[in-house]
């Protein structure tokens, strides 16, 4: 018994440390693809690396208590949903619930905002803020998606959604839910907050938002929390939509188009005032995935 939860131990710490690597390779591949888009150089695509060990090396300044269990708790809790993520066709867990997947979420967003609104920072709350009204747009069309793909195949498991699409890109579910893709793709880039959804960070308006007050080692912590929510936040895109994949090689190329297409959209696009940016998901992303479901339901029933 202590050989198996050994060996189940490393499984995690190594998917932990899996998440946060490809997580942090795509945000310096992301600021590369910016930086060419805008025709400028950018930093090197392992300026991500180099900006978290620079973190962790300088001191840190927290207020109380509340603060480090909020960031702990939000950096927890994302990794905790990178374990139900089939990674290349393989649970770490054994389970892959669509339903833990999006509960395990929410708690890695709340963590944030106790954490950074602890601080007492008027822009770390306003940032906060507007993260937890953004929710409300995203959350109800990703919802209605899972539950049209539910209909369909009578279970809640991711692996079983991304299994469902082998034999070839013809079985993908971006054709058999076109309109949930879109609902999908629109919500993604809401939920990694880039434009025109970035009312989080909004650097010209509340300094970076909940970041403002993070050093050190928070600030470290920020950034992996980051890098872990792109791996986690692709590689249910790629098991939903993308046919999921049976190598590991496949599976991050996937997840790497998924992120591109979303910072293609964040460096040409302006952001959206908060009114607008949540009236544009439930108009557009809502309208998509309440069609979707509704064209799922008279297929099944």
């Known amino acids: 018994m202590s050989n198996i939860n050994g060996l189940l131990s490393l499984k995690l710490l190594g998917f932990s440390f899996l998440s946060m690597s490809v997580g942090l390779l795509f945000m310096g591949l992301g600021r590369k693809v910016t930086a060419r888009i805008q025709r400028r150089l950018g930093p090197p695509f392992y300026q991500a690396f180099l900006d978290v060990f620079k973190a962790f090396s300088k001191s840190s300044i927290t207020h109380n208590y509340v603060m480090d269990l909020g960031i702990i708790m939000s950096l927890g809790g994302l990794i905790a949903t990178a374990f139900f993520i089939p990674f290349a066709g393989y649970a770490v867990l054994?389970?892959?619930?669509i339903v833990i997947i999006l509960y395990l979420m929410s708690i890695g967003y709340l963590g944030m905002a106790m954490g950074v609104s602890a601080s007492g920072n008027p822009n770390a709350t306003i940032g906060i803020s507007r993260a937890l009204a953004l929710m409300l747009g995203y959350e109800i069309p990703i919802v209605m998606i899972v539950m049209a793909m539910m209909l369909t195949y009578g279970s809640s498991d991711l692996l079983t959604f991304a299994t469902a699409q082998q034999g070839g890109f013809a079985n993908w579910h971006i054709f058999k839910y076109p309109l949930g893709f879109l609902a999908i793709e629109i919500s993604f880039q809401a939920m990694l907050?880039?434009?025109?959804?970035?009312?989080?960070?909004?650097?010209?308006?509340?300094a970076?938002?909940?970041m403002v007050e993070l050093s050190g080692k928070y600030l470290g912590i920020g950034f992996l929390l980051h890098a872990v929510q792109l791996y986690v936040e692709t590689g249910l895109i790629v098991n939903l939509f993308l046919g999921g994949a049976s190598t590991w090689y496949v599976f991050l190329l996937k997840q790497f188009a998924v992120y591109f297409t979303?910072?293609?959209i964040n460096a040409v696009m302006a952001r959206y005032r908060i009114e607008q940016g949540i009236a544009h998901l439930w108009k557009y992303a809502g309208t998509l995935a309440l069609l979707q479901l509704f064209i799922t339901r008279l297929g099944v029933f």
């Open 94 to 97: 054994g389970s892959s619930s």
């Open 193 to 206: 907050g880039e434009a025109p959804y970035d009312h989080m960070i909004a650097p010209a308006e509340i």
């Open 208 to 210: 970076s938002g909940p």
């Open 262 to 264: 979303s910072m293609c």
